[in-house]
């Protein structure tokens, strides 16, 4: 690209983007405080539109402007005289400011404001004249009818905006003067009135203007548009509407129209539907074919398609509650009558607010609603419907939803802000299931507010400890208890089966593998019992779960959870029965056991039923059958039996294949996990278990309650427990392996990793055209899969022209986002083939030094011209290289040299064909003077390719000259008397100085772009090999053309693809940073900046060289352009997890359309001949084609969904003016945003709110389009889908996008985009896709190790990991990202996430429940990927990892789960089990496997069982009982689940990467890592489920180059890993200070270091991740600050972060309810056994093991509590009597040395004694610390608290301690340091900051 061509490319983005530095699209001044007119102020928009006016003409006519803000005051006065509304009062100050500061500016005077109506009559007709009013309009048709594709659309554009603008300025000062006086000369009256009409194309539009049809959009000329337009106009049978409704001049009276009117709707909400409604059916009729433009008539096929997907959610509940729909006969609706259903829906749900959530109570208002139009139908006039009538008018708002919204709020607000039990209170999915029923249809119609469904709960009581809620409505059908037996309750097959296969494994061991004998065939019958007897537990927990809905829920519901009780109880006792009677009289000699045979029957038919009833519905056609059977008696009551039956959860079964692949994968499974059980766990227990309950009576070291008479129950349970846990937990280690393995052969198949080095890239280069052509371009008719050898060329010719263009935009983005340089863009760029070169050109990366390398072969050759040629082919692009060097020049030369300079050319090259063809060119040609042949092209070529002087041409003809001299005198040696005439013309011609002497100098663009190129070819002499450097390139560009060989659905025409939207919901995080964000130091001195030049050091440099800076440029250098400043905010920010990356990123989405639909601009009939035409690829100006952008329009729109913008405008925050200046560089972002009016009623401010949707405007802010009333706040449940749900109506399309704010896109994956859409009609089973799963690539994986870490796992899941998921085990979720929707499907089923507070805290996994139990299908696609940014510190993946497992404990109690659990197949609810809450209950179940073994020998250590067991081993030899005693640990099997992280690198990056990769993990300390985050998960995951507490944590999503103080560490880490780590610890101690282990030292490294490693970890990872964590001077103010907020006592209103008092109330929060305290009771008791054991082991006590001994212990504990009062007595009660309390201490700490000595010198007690006491005690008071905790309440009723709180103070100061000293020692050893920074971030940085540590004197608190 030229340099010219390249900077009107800029100008003309820059015109279309808008491009604003403090300036706006014109170049004025953006100023005043236009845009932040507070939204309380009613009229609010005609107040902005007079201040921004004000602004515009503000240097134009000082004293006018100061009219118009004058006006726009006194406007804000009437409407708020008092200034009561929100922000009234600040604005009306500072526009009092800004008019003082106009009269400031005047000329000296008075102001004679009698004048002001005669100024601003003047000031019109004199701002008309100025900007030529009358011309404007006219100019710009005159460039619309110049052509689409012409180059002045720059022009167009900015004519446009300044036509806008004026007319705008026109319309306000027109207001102005109406408004002011009605003494209006008529003339200037007519005129204004002309004026104003002129800007109908002014009123706020989305994307079709149907209100204010404009030219300047072309989407309203297409005739897909105009069909469903059409489609709309109110027909014959809608009755007449009111001579006074009121209907826009500019558009005809529609069905929408009539419903508005009858119903009351809101403008704004039909307006949003009306072009909802266009779109889908526009849309539709486009992907069946284009209307004929003449008659554009909408397709009675799109219209019944719309109508099935908009409405089929209501058919099915109609057919479940077995009620005829609203129409008779679905064949009998007429087309009109569809699109008035349809509407009428999507009217509902849009203004239906929080009630969206309820899809079911939506078809239950839309039921009623549409009898009532069908009986105003049958009217000659329309009247308001009666049930949205009231003395107020008609409003559906405030008559059918408010209702519902105050009920569900009233819920809401009783759930004491996520506090409550789920059990106290209705959550939407209660609401919901309320219309599951026919009872739905007592609420009538319109409503019956008195039934008990409209109950709005009295407060709940604050009493902590008995938290009853008053008088309420109970729950529906389903009641979240918070309970670990949830994971029973609703996977109780999975836990049945594992039960009775251990149970079967053990009899086969027990029985010595004997499976023949009597005996064990009468052992596995005992299965039997088993069985029931766990069925009959499952029944028990139906009748508790089921507590608190009793009242509510369907009788039939209730009938079957308590028929099912009786059924198992008399099952149980019965099977029971039969069992021990039959083996009681079985086991009796020559026994013919009668019982015992009909207990055989009665379990063989039994077992035989259920295998024979699942096996039948795993055939889809009994599935459908039964389905069909449903409303018959017996069917109905077989199911009912069966399972629940729900309006969700029917019919989920998969295709027969589907189920085959899944289930033998299970099998595989379990075949592994059963062996490894038996082999491995079971079979070598089963001699020593024997062996310990024979032995003889053991002597105990302490007093023993529990082991005497029980055949030592305990040491057995100490030895079975560990085995046990890790029986429950290695499926899922299994099920990773399998799915790793698994997933690496699907990838392998579906090619991924084919290309992952930039050598492959260039190896395959050639074959990506026809690749993209067969992929991502549009189906080309009669194309052939093999062409003849001659159409081989043209074929690849033309594959390679189509593809150029996108590879060459993809070029172009990769140097916009500064990833290569603009050398590297030159080579990288690819010719367009389009000229007449017989051959494909491709890019110089891949040619560049190849001619260089051929002429050495040529010159060296000594071989046959076969032999030369089959050199140089070796190489392809060698090969390619000299056949482009040889047609180039004869291109070139031909076009440039006339009359006998063009003979001499075809003369020699006539002579070289015929030497090739003869196979003598290495005869006939001097090929060792191929060097002078090329220096004398290349000096041809670079004067040609300079602009045309006299010297250069000049220069040219002698360059020519020489090379003709060359030619003829030292490479020809052919015989020349053959061609006798033309050489001796040429040679006459050489010598007379006519040969050469004009050229016609390159004027034609292909030929000019051939000359560089040519140059290029013959002067780059390096290799273009690495060629692009930056390795985020490089992966980019591997991905893509790898992807073009993936299996993807053709792609259809931009015109006829699928609709989508893109949805990013945002809060307040940053959007785009500003030079304080990026220029501020922490106490390093280290800045944002400066730590982005230092990560991406070559970015940093092309982002200088593209803004015309030079390399070396300081930063400050920049900080004098403002242009410049906003570029680098954006390069900063497009390098972090900002707003500003991911709406850039989801751009591409609209700029890979309009360049795919200006590339096909054609019909659909015309393909073939659009194709082949000259400028198919000519790219020019594509962002500017009016056409291209009505299309990208049609098929996208992007909405970020910012909840508070409208309070950041308010508040002018910076993030609002960013926001602003996002919409006005990108003309179709829109932002959605609830709006918070405070309003005057009756003296008292009332809140309103509103859902708003707006856009970019001229004048640099933005536009409203839409704002729709809500009934109330709309924050019932989590923020999240709360904000989602608002903005939802605002979408449109048949898909939608789900993407979060730390997301990114890339312009060459938006390409591929369309393939994906069409996976919704591809078969992905037995039914049609729902969601299509998308990969995700982490961008933040290059930050630092942790993140590294964090990348790496992330990745392993979202590819390897939902590959299998989604193919074959069919349970992928919906895990929040880059997910993209069937978008009607959804938005009538819910919508796309769950909101309940806190159950929904993972709001994203629900919408992949909902779709599975609504008989939806997710799928999972890896051709296309979204970017995605992750946490990079350790505290912010804790928080983070802390919140994804407090949400799958609240996913452990939902309904979803639960059903999802019982509904499932038995291998489809393994699958899902052990991908989402059964993974954490296994991670649990890791940690728990620690504590079981740990505390097992903990016992045998202190009981003395173990040391007993041990020596009589060695004394019977008994070598099994041994090795179980002395088992490593068998849960360092969790080794294995790193085998998909491992796969999932060979599979992408080869072998070799991923063993670099490994081993520079584990040096980085990944293992640490890892073990910290199980440790984190076990936490959440535990505490979620026993107490509650899960909430959304921010995460802050910013780079961690800050270093974390020690107390913020232990704040975070305390009670989730410090206390654990060394509870661990503790156990580690006293095992090697009191058991017994033969293998000595080694024997316990061996047996401990997992569990060693563990607790370091935990206790040690927050500090070894933590920047700067062992600098010494660091260190020191660690110290004094934790030691500042150990001691500081707080108060009201003091945080946790300032105060342990205030932070240790803040821990114990979650224990609320009486369960809770119970059960961290029980949990604490395990802290008693430490003493019990280890008073009975000291030396004083001698041999007796009497309760004494436990008993004195107790006594010396209180002696030691008593002690510690005395020395903690509180200052300020004793502040009388100092001198006592002194003294008193004093005298107890000489009373307490000297009776320890005493008891050391007489007695036995040893010094070794008083450290194991301090051992036996520290457990035992953290015990009764944590008891008293749990019942803080109690404990401050008894005075108590302030000693517990005391003791927790001591406790806390000695943990950190523990944890501070190693740290202070490291700290001492600088080394340790540099080592830390180099393990945490990349050598460039760790240099950087090194450096920076220098520069800054190694003072981190020096101001830099």
């Known amino acids: 690209m030229s340099r010219v061509e390249d900077l009107w490319e800029r100008l003309v983005r820059a015109a279309l983007r808008r491009e604003r530095t403090g300036k706006d699209a014109l170049g004025q001044p953006v100023s005043g405080i236009a845009g932040y007119v507070p939204s309380s102020l009613a009229n609010n928009g005609d107040i902005d539109a007079i201040l921004r006016a004000a602004d515009e003409i503000q240097e134009e006519d000082p004293n006018v402007s100061r009219i118009l803000c004058e006006h726009a005051y006194s406007l804000a006065q009437n409407l708020d005289p008092n200034s009561e509304g929100r922000g009234v009062l600040q604005f009306k100050t500072g526009l009092m400011s800004v008019i003082k500061q106009k009269l400031a500016k005047r000329e000296v005077g008075t102001i004679d404001r009698s004048q002001d109506i005669t100024r601003l009559q003047e000031f019109y007709k004199r701002y008309r004249e100025k900007n030529n009013v009358d011309k404007l309009r006219e100019e710009e048709m005159l460039l619309r009818e110049s052509g689409v594709f012409s180059g002045r659309l720059g022009e167009l554009e900015r004519k446009t905006v300044k036509r806008k603008r004026v007319f705008a300025t026109l319309k306000v000062l027109g207001m102005v003067l109406e408004q002011l006086t009605q003494e209006i000369p008529e003339e200037l009256k007519q005129v204004i009135d002309s004026d104003a009409a002129m800007t109908d194309d002014l009123v706020a539009y989305n994307i079709v203007p149907l209100d204010s049809p404009t030219v300047a959009n072309a989407i309203v000329s297409f005739p897909e548009v105009q069909a469903a337009v059409s489609a709309l106009k109110y027909f014959g049978d809608l009755p007449r509407l009111p001579e006074d409704f009121p209907i826009p001049p500019s558009r005809n009276v529609d069905m929408l129209d009539f419903l508005h009117f009858v119903f009351g709707f809101q403008k704004d909400n039909v307006s949003n539907q009306r072009e909802h409604i266009v779109l889908l059916l526009a849309n539709e009729q486009s992907q069946l074919d284009i209307p004929d433009e003449n008659e554009p008539k909408l397709g009675e096929a799109a219209v019944q398609r719309v109508f099935m997907k908009s409405l089929d959610n209501y058919i099915k509940w109609c057919d479940y509650l077995c009620i005829q729909p609203v129409w008779s006969s679905l064949e009998a609706v007429g087309k009109e009558k569809k699109i008035l259903f349809v509407s009428l829906y999507l009217l509902i749900w849009g203004e239906a607010a929080n009630i969206r959530f309820l899809p079911e109570c939506l078809c239950y208002i839309f039921h009623h609603m549409a009898r009532e139009m069908d009986e105003i139908l049958r009217q000659q006039t329309a009247q308001p419907a009666n049930s949205c009538t009231s003395e107020n008018g008609v409003s559906f708002l405030d008559q059918v939803i408010t209702p519902l919204y105050e009920v569900v709020a009233a819920e809401a607000a009783n759930n004491d802000n996520g506090r409550a039990p789920h059990s106290a209170w209705r959550n939407y999915d209660d609401f919901n299931e309320y219309f599951w029923s026919l009872h739905c249809f007592e609420l009538s119609w319109p409503w019956r507010k008195s039934s008990s469904f409209f109950l709005k709960p009295t407060p709940r009581s604050k009493n902590l400890l008995n938290p009853g809620g008053g008088k309420r409505r109970g729950k529906t059908s389903f009641v979240e208890h918070r309970s670990f037996l949830h994971l029973y309750h609703s996977f109780h097959r999975l836990w049945i089966f594992l039960v009775m296969m251990f149970q079967g494994l053990a009899i086969i061991g027990f029985n010595d593998e004997n499976i023949n004998s009597k005996k064990f065939l009468r052992e596995v019958l005992s299965l039997g019992p088993t069985y029931v007897v766990m069925k009959f537990f499952e029944s028990v927990l139906d009748v508790l779960m089921m507590y608190g809905a009793y009242s509510t829920s369907r009788r039939l519901a209730v009938s079957r959870i308590f028929l099912r009780f009786i059924w198992f109880s008399f099952a149980s006792v019965f099977i029971t029965f039969l069992y021990v009677k039959g083996v009681q009289e079985d ?138 846990a890790i029986y429950l937990l290695d499926i899922y280690i299994f099920c990773t392996l399998m799915s790793a393995v698994y997933g690496f052969l699907l990838g392998a198949r579906d090619r991924l990793g084919e290309i992952r080095s930039v050598e492959a890239v260039h190896a395959r280069f050639e074959e990506f055209p026809r690749a993209f052509m067969d992929t991502l371009h549009v189906p080309r008719p009669n194309r052939t899969s093999h062409p003849l050898s001659g159409q081989a060329v043209e074929e690849k010719k033309f594959d390679a022209a189509r593809f150029s263009p996108f590879w060459n935009e993809i070029i172009k983005n990769l140097r916009e986002e500064d990833y290569i340089t603009n050398q590297e863009m030159e080579l990288l760029l690819m010719p367009k083939n389009s000229g007449s070169l017989p051959l494909v050109q491709w890019p110089l990366f891949l040619l560049a030094s190849k001619i260089f390398y051929a002429k050495d072969i040529a010159v060296e050759s000594r071989d046959s011209q076969d032999e030369l040629w089959e050199r140089i082919s070796r190489d392809e692009y060698m090969k390619y290289a000299v056949e482009e060097f040889y047609h180039t020049l004869k291109f070139i030369l031909t076009e440039t040299l006339e009359a006998e300079g063009r003979m001499w050319v075809e003369r020699i090259y006539d002579d070289i064909n015929v030497s090739v063809e003869k196979r003598s060119i290495h005869v006939d040609f001097q090929l060792t003077k191929l060097p002078l042949v090329i220096s004398r092209v290349t000096a041809l070529m670079g004067v040609l390719k300079e602009a045309e002087t006299p010297v250069l041409q000049k220069g040219a003809v002698q360059a020519v000259q020489d090379l003709y001299d060359v030619v003829r005198h030292d490479v020809l040696s052919i015989n020349m008397r053959e061609n006798y005439e033309t050489w001796n013309l040429l040679s006459k011609a050489r010598t007379e100085g006519r040969l050469f002497s004009k050229l016609k100098w390159p004027k034609d663009a292909e030929l000019k772009a051939q000359v560089k190129r040519l140059h290029s070819l013959l002067t780059i002499k390096d290799s273009a090999s690495n060629i692009p450097r930056n390795l985020e390139a490089r992966r980019r560009l591997e991905f893509f053309t790898n992807s073009l060989f993936m299996d993807m659905p053709p792609a259809k025409p931009a015109r006829e693809m699928l609709s989508f939207c893109v949805f990013t919901p945002y809060y307040s995080e940053i959007v785009l940073y500003s030079m304080d964000e990026l220029l501020k130091k922490n106490e390093d001195g280290i800045s944002i900046l400066f730590y982005l030049q230092k990560i991406y050091p070559d970015e940093w440099k092309n982002f200088l060289s593209r803004i015309g800076r030079d390399e070396n440029s300081q930063d400050t250098e920049l900080f004098d352009s403002p242009s410049d400043i906003l570029e680098l905010r954006f390069w900063a920010s497009y390098r972090a997890q900002t707003l500003a990356r991911t709406v850039r990123g989801m751009m591409y989405y609209r700029k890979a359309l309009m360049l795919q639909a200006y590339l096909e601009r054609m019909t659909s009939g015309d393909t073939e001949a659009a194709l082949s ?20 329009d049609l098929k996208f729109t992007y909405v970020v969904t910012s909840q508070i913008y409208g309070k950041q405008k308010e508040d002018q925050k910076p993030e609002a003016a960013d926001i602003a200046l996002l919409m006005q560089r990108n003309e179709a972002l829109r932002v959605a945003f609830i709006d918070d009016v405070e309003t005057l009623k009756d003296g008292k401010v009332h809140r309103e709110f509103y859902s708003k949707l707006v856009k970019g405007d001229i004048n640099g802010k933005d536009k409203e389009i839409y704002s729709i009333k809500l009934p109330g706040n709309p924050k019932l449940g989590e923020g999240k889908p709360e904000n989602q749900n608002h903005a939802v109506i605002f979408t449109r399309g048949n898909a939608i996008q789900t993407i979060d704010m730390n997301q990114d896109n890339y312009f060459e994956e938006a390409l591929k985009m369309r393939n994906l859409l069409e996976e919704f009609h591809a078969d992905h089973g037995i039914r049609p896709p729902t969601i299509l799963g998308v990969r995700e690539h982490v961008f933040t994986g290059s930050v630092s190790s942790l993140a590294s870490f964090m990348s790496n796992q992330e990745t ?126 296994c991670t649990m179940l890791t940690v728990l496997t620690v504590y079981a073994f740990l505390y097992g020998k903990t016992y045998l250590a202190l009981s003395g069982v173990g040391e007993e067991l041990q020596v009589r081993a060695q004394v019977t030899e008994n070598t099994a009982l ?383």
């Not at 020559?590 to 024979?612: E, K, M, P, W």
């Not at 690829?1177 to 594509?1182: C, E, I, L, R, V």
């Not at 990349?1882 to 003072?1899: H, K, P, T, V």
Request: proline share 3%; glycine share 8%; hydrophobic share 45%.
């Open 1173 to 1192: 035409s000259l400028d198919a690829t000519d790219t020019q100006g594509f962002e500017l084609s009016r056409e291209a952008r009505a299309h990208a």
């Open 587 to 724: 086991s009796k000699p020559n026994a013919r056991s009668i019982i015992f045979r009909l207990y055989v029957i009665v379990i063989g038919i039994y077992a035989g039923f259920q295998f024979f009833l699942s096996f039948l519905m795993r055939i889809p056609a009994c599935h459908r059958l039964t389905n069909q059977c449903d409303r018959w008696p017996l069917m109905r009551f077989i199911h009912w039996m069966r399972e629940e039956r729900y309006y969700v959860g029917r019919g989920m079964y998969e295709r027969s294949t589907d189920f085959i692949k899944y289930m033998l994968f299970w099998l595989v499974i379990l075949c592994g996990k059963f062996s490894f059980a038996y082999f491995l766990q079971i079979k070598p227990l089963v001699k020593p278990t024997r062996y310990i309950v024979d032995m003889d009576a053991i002597e105990y070291s302490w007093h023993d309650f529990v082991s005497r008479n029980n055949h030592h129950a305990l040491a057995v349970a100490s030895l079975w427990a560990p085995v046990i």
């Open 1356 to 1481: 392993s899941f979202v590819t390897l990991g939902q590959r299998v998921l989604a193919n074959p085990l069919k349970c992928r979720m919906h895990y929040g990202h880059p997910d993209v929707f069937d978008r009607v499907f959804h938005i009538t089923r819910g919508g796309i996430s769950k909101a309940s507070r806190v159950i929904n805290i993972s709001e994203d996994i629900y919408a992949g429940f909902n779709t599975t139990l609504r008989q939806g299908n997710v799928t999972h696609h890896e051709y296309i990927q979204v970017g995605k940014g992750r946490d990079v510190g350790l505290n912010q993946i804790a928080v983070f990892e802390g919140k994804v497992a407090g949400g799958n404990g609240e996913q452990v109690l939902s309904r979803d789960v639960y059903r999802l659990g019982q509904l499932f197949d038995f291998f489809r609810m393994m699958s899902f089990y052990f991908t989402t809450v059964g993974y954490y209950f």
């Open 1522 to 1904: 041994t090795a179980a005693l002395n088992t490593q640990f068998l849960f360092q099997i969790g080794i294995f689940t790193a085998v998909p992280m491992v796969l999932g690198i060979i599979l992408e990056q080869g072998f070799l990467a991923a063993v670099v990769n490994f081993i520079t993990m584990q040096l980085q300390l990944c293992s640490v890592f890892f073990t910290f985050s199980l440790g984190t998960r076990t936490h959440y995951f535990g505490r979620t489920i026993l107490h509650g507490g899960a909430r959304y944590q921010a995460t802050g999503r910013g780079f961690v180059v800050r270093h974390i103080k020690f107390s913020e560490n232990y704040r975070l880490y305390s009670r989730s890993h410090f206390v654990k780590g060394l509870e661990v610890v503790l156990l580690l101690i006293v095992y090697i200070a009191y058991g017994y282990n033969e293998g000595g030292t080694l024997g316990y490294i061996l047996l401990s270091i997992s569990s060693w490693f563990m607790a370091l970890s935990w206790l040690f990872a927050p500090y070894l991740f933590n920047p700067s964590g062992f600098e010494w001077q660091k260190v020191v103010e660690d110290f004094r600050d934790w030691t500042n907020w150990l001691f500081y006592r707080g108060g009201i209103g003091v945080k946790g972060e300032e105060s342990w008092e205030a932070w240790w109330d803040e821990e114990l929060s979650h224990i609320r309810t009486f369960s809770g305290r119970i059960a961290e009771t029980i949990l604490s008791v395990r802290f008693f056994i430490f003493q019990y054991g280890i008073v009975y082991k000291l030396n004083i006590q001698g041999s007796d093991t009497s309760l004494t001994v436990y008993g004195l212990s107790w006594v010396v504990f209180a002696v030691l509590i008593l002690l510690f009062k005395v020395f903690t007595f509180s200052q300020k009660i004793s502040v009388n009597f100092q001198l006592l309390l002194r003294f008193i201490q004093g005298l107890s700490l000489l009373v307490a040395l000297a009776g320890l000595s005493v008891a050391v010198a007489i007695t036995k007690l040893s010094i070794p004694d008083v450290f194991a006491c301090i051992l036996a005690f520290v457990p035992t008071g953290w015990g009764i610390l944590c008891i008293a905790s749990a019942w803080k309440p109690l404990m401050k009723k008894l005075g108590l608290w302030k000693s517990v709180r005391s003791i927790a103070r001591l406790y806390d100061a000695g943990m950190g301690m523990l944890i501070f000293i190693p740290i202070a020692m490291f700290s001492w050893f600088p080394f340790i340091s540099t080592f830390q920074t180099r393990l945490m971030f990349n050598q460039a940085f760790s240099r950087g900051l090194e450096i920076s540590l220098i520069l800054a004197g190694n003072n981190p608190n020096t101001e830099m």
